[in-house]
Each structure stands twice: as C-alpha cells, then as structure tokens.
C-alpha cells in the first residue's frame, strides 16, 4: 500500500524594498523567491510589485520589523560624478537609512553607487560581468542585522565602455545614465523590460539581488516546501 505523504507550502519570507523607484532591486528578490514590498516617497506606477507610497525611513521604522529581510537603495544623486557636475544638491540618507535598519533587528543590505563607497562599511562590489550580462554598473552592496555577502569572481574588463550617456558603439558596452539613447537596448541588457528612461538610468540590475536574495534565503534558513 502507498503511504500518502502531504506536502505543506510554507509562505515565502517577506523583504521590504526600500527607495524602491521603479523595482530592479525587487524583482531580482522575487525571482529568488522573497514576497517583496516595495515601498518609495514618490508614486512607482510601473513597479511590477506590491508596494507602499511612504517615505522610506518612517516605513522601517514602523514596519520594518515585521519582513524578514530588509533591501534599501537611497537616493544616489548626492554621490553621482553627474550630478556633482551639474551643481545639484541633493540629501545624503546614507546614515540615517542605517540607523533605521539597524533598529528594525533585521537583516538586511544597503546599496548606493562608486562616489558612495567610502560611505559604505566594508561593501561588496557587484558587476554586470558577474552575472553574464553586457553592462559592467558597478554597484556597492553593505550588509548588516547579521547577514553578509561575498562577491562571484569578477571577470577582467575587457569590453570598451561607452562614454556616460551616450550612444553605444558597435563592440562596446553602454553607461545608461542621464538622458541616454537606446532604451530598448538597456531594457534587454538589463532584463528590465517594464521600465522607462527614469527607471533604468538608477536601476539595480535584477541579476545582482537575484544572487543577493538567494544567499539571503540560505541565511534565513528558508524553504519554499517542507514535508509534513
């Protein structure tokens, strides 16, 4: 006689995604397997996920503790080589965001940009050639709440880089910033097929937290079945 074994789904673990914008940084949560939240100051109406208009450190702190991962990009104009360029003035949240993580006693990641780094406490370095795709956009990922992270092999740079914003020639990879051309383009090289120009010119490739959250999974101890 055949035993009947009963598989019981255990929900996934739930992820806040801070300044969340228009959800490269989520959706690579989603496809690693996190219930993820998003939640931005300004309406994301092409978001592809839940999300929350709120200001994104009173959210952690009155939520924050309620998900079980915590992934947080703050605006990265104050520390852009354009921006700076330009003359803007732009608020560093840098410090703030991490006072509010840490009192949520979550774990959790924060990512900004090159100019930021120095900022960041000891961050890890991903690249676009870590993951097989035609863009190198590093980006700098700190870690906290307990949880840490270590980089895949960087491959040497090989490809030229287009200059930043502009047109890509044949055999070169783009730098998809300012008022760039070539949406289409980034859309695929990226794998961010949803967004605009606003969207992609700040966005996280979704390979990058993809990696990110399925090492967060394993350090959560989570699984999406269980035998019961």
């Known amino acids: 006689m055949t035993q009947r074994t009963d598989i019981r789904r255990v929900p996934a673990p739930r992820l806040a995604d801070g300044y969340c914008c228009q959800g490269g940084a989520g959706m690579g949560y989603h496809r690693a397997g996190f219930d993820v939240t998003g939640f931005d100051k300004d309406a994301q109406p092409r978001y592809p996920l839940a999300f929350h208009q709120s200001d994104a450190i009173a959210f952690i702190l009155k939520y924050g ?25 732009h608020p560093d949240l840098i410090g703030p965001t991490r006072d ?15 100019g930021a780094a120095a900022k960041l406490r000891n961050p890890v370095m991903l690249c676009g050639t870590m993951f097989g795709l035609r863009v190198y956009r590093h980006r700098y990922f700190e870690t906290g709440g307990g949880f840490t992270l270590a980089p895949p092999a960087h491959p040497v740079h090989t490809v030229p880089q287009a ?45 990058y937290t993809a990696y990110i959250g399925r090492t967060a999974l394993a350090h959560l101890g989570a699984g999406l079945e269980v035998a019961a």
């Open 163 to 207: 200059k930043m914003g502009r047109p890509v020639p044949p055999g070169h990879f783009g730098q998809y910033v300012g008022n760039f051309s070539g949406v289409q383009a980034a859309r695929d090289i990226l794998e961010v097929p949803w967004m605009n120009r606003d969207g992609i010119r700040e966005c996280i490739p979704p390979a």
């Open 65 to 89: 503790a309620e998900f079980d991962f915590i992934h947080v990009s703050p605006p990265c104009q104050h520390d852009t080589d354009c921006q700076r360029l330009q003359g803007n003035s």
């Open 100 to 114: 509010a993580l840490n009192a949520t006693g979550r774990p959790w990641v924060m990512e900004n940009v090159r």
